[in-house]
């Protein structure tokens, strides 16, 4: 565990860093984004009183705008539509389907126009959302479903045959637009005393965690809450409304996020069901969309299709935010010279950490190459040395820790992996290596687990495969450990060659060893024709060290 230090650090101490937030006395980094007070605990708040009590007190958006809307359809629903919406679903879960404060509803389903109103129902009665990939298969979804406990499930049609156990409700039929929209003589569900607290659960998101097998993320109200405040308060006024589309799932704490952040702030959210190039430029062009929350691939797919500003008019683009992986410097510098007047705002963020806790707000910040942004307010971070447990003043290196409101409550019934990343004092141990620079920017390293132990040394994946994508004829690289009875590990190249182009393994091992310190040379490289990922994007390095080690491999 890292040294503590129990003095504070108040926003205006001297010994706080004026740029880097900084604090020398206790090693604890503090965000210098303005703070925004938080509801009481003591007090029932549900993410949904919270977010509908936003709306009201706001000028915008007028009545008439949409708060979601279907980027194939068109088809929307207004803000009054989706509080109304909400209210009469909220009355029919508990009158007609029996929900009660506590319980858990299993959500599979693509996004739509649905999805939030269900979400934010749900939320208002105190029923715990969980959420998953509706491209899960059913060993995938056994475990989820044992993990979470629901009572109730909410599947598209064609994912039905998928839950066997509990009772379904169909999201895309009409028994469900009934209990949407047909009021009954009741009482008002506002005046019912369903009393939901922040305090209390709100969700259950899948996560890998750190380690091992797919555990339950428990995420409360103030979890949420604390993360629409931190988006809510740096707004600035516009003359023209922002228009944002979503291609993030909504069954991933970054889409999830995204949803219930954007309707609170009165913001359109344009959805679309399954992700396609053609169809996220056709809805930018034709919906005059400003904003775009986007996984990695996406803006790789953008820079290789050098012609997407000729074909589709772009014009009213200004955001591209970009989560769920670190872009490589070589994208970032492509992106910028095919889209100059777009924005590229990374952030970094976990399932643990409710999503973002670091972002890029504004043209300045996003136009510091690499960096992923600065600290959310209400948030706090430490820079860990893995090895002493001390903490790290800026520009060092070390394990990214964070404590704050948006930090989860822990993994559903597994106490071992629990305390394994949160400590006594709240500090989530991410796992991640990471420093932040003399201006306050984070910037990730790589994956604590993931570096490589070759000898004494310890070897980067992130820092080879990035040199190895500034050869010309390489598309992708990963770098993955493989075992050596001498050197313990060594560094094992994977990669994609550009179409038409050929490189021999010789030649992947020269290149990195002119530009590296010996310890660091790629020993091992296979050529692939495409890496495993996961839908964010991120490279699935287990897959990679599986093959690798196979007999298939050792016979190359």
Not at 90 to 112: E, M, Q, R, Y
Request: glycine residues 6%; charged residues 20%; contains cysteine.
């Amino acid at each position: 565990m890292a040294s503590t230090n129990h003095s504070t650090c108040n926003r205006t101490s001297s010994s706080i860093g004026l740029k880097t937030g900084f604090c020398s006395e206790t090693g604890i980094y503090h965000s210098l984004r303005p703070q925004v007070p938080l509801p009481s605990l003591t007090l029932p708040t549900s993410v949904t009183d919270f977010a509908f009590s936003l709306l009201h007190s706001s000028t915008i958006p007028p009545p008439s705008t949409a708060a979601v809307l279907d980027a194939t359809t068109h088809q929307s629903i207004s803000f009054p539509e989706l509080i109304f919406r909400t209210k009469t679903l909220s009355f029919s879960l508990i009158h007609h389907l029996g929900l009660k404060k506590g319980d858990t509803a299993f959500v599979l389903s693509p996004n739509s126009l649905q999805i939030p109103i269900l979400y934010f129902s749900l939320f208002s009665i105190g029923v715990v959302v969980s959420p998953s990939n509706p491209l899960s298969k059913s060993f995938e979804i056994s475990h989820q479903l044992q993990v979470s406990k629901p009572v109730i499930a909410f599947v598209t049609s064609d994912n039905a045959h998928k839950i066997t156990s509990l009772k379904t409700i169909i999201i895309d039929s009409m028994e469900f637009e009934s209990l949407m929209t047909t009021q009954r003589s009741h009482p008002r569900i506002d005046e019912r005393e369903v009393k939901v607290y922040p305090s209390d659960p709100a969700a259950i998101l899948y996560s890998s965690g750190t380690t091992g097998m797919v555990k339950g993320v428990l995420l409360t109200h103030q979890n949420f809450i604390s993360s629409i405040v931190s988006a809510h308060a740096p707004m600035v006024a516009r003359n023209t409304p922002v228009v944002s589309l979503c291609t993030v799932p909504y069954f991933h704490v970054y889409g999830f996020l995204y949803l219930v952040r954007s309707v609170s702030i009165g913001v359109t959210v344009v959805t679309m069901k399954r992700f396609e190039l053609r169809t996220m430029l056709r809805a930018i062009e034709e919906l005059r969309v400003t904003h775009v929350a986007v996984a990695p691939p996406l803006v790789v797919a953008m820079i290789k299709d050098g012609v997407v500003g000729e074909r589709y008019d772009l014009s009213s683009l200004e955001v591209i935010s970009c989560g769920g992986a670190p872009l490589r410097k070589s994208v970032i510098t492509q992106f910028k010279k095919q889209f100059p007047k777009v924005q590229l705002a990374q952030a970094y963020g976990l399932t643990e950490s409710t999503a973002r806790v670091f972002s890029s707000l504004g043209p300045q910040e996003s136009q510091v190459m690499g960096a992923i942004g600065k600290l959310a307010a209400n948030c706090e971070a430490k820079i860990v040395d893995p090895d002493t447990g001390s903490s790290l003043s800026p520009g060092s290196p070390g394990e990214l820790w964070l404590r704050g409101a948006s930090i989860m409550k822990g993994y559903v019934g597994d106490e071992e992996a629990t305390a394994a990343v949160l400590d006594s004092e709240g500090w989530l141990k991410t796992g991640d290596l990471c420093y932040i620079d003399n201006e306050g920017f984070l910037f990730f390293v790589d994956r604590i687990k993931e570096l490589i132990k070759y000898k004494a040394y310890q070897v980067a994946p992130a820092e080879l495969e990035n040199l190895l994508l500034s050869h010309p004829d390489i598309v992708e690289a990963a770098i993955i450990p493989y075992p050596d009875e001498e050197a313990g590990e060594v560094p094992m190249a994977f990669v994609v060659r550009q179409s038409g182009r050929f490189i021999e393994e010789s030649h992947v091992m020269d290149f990195v060893s002119k530009q590296v310190a010996s310890y660091k040379r790629i020993r091992r490289v296979c050529f692939i024709d495409s890496l495993p990922k996961n839908a964010q994007g991120k490279v699935l390095r287990k897959e990679l060290i599986k093959l690798a080690v196979s007999s298939a491999i050792s016979k190359l």
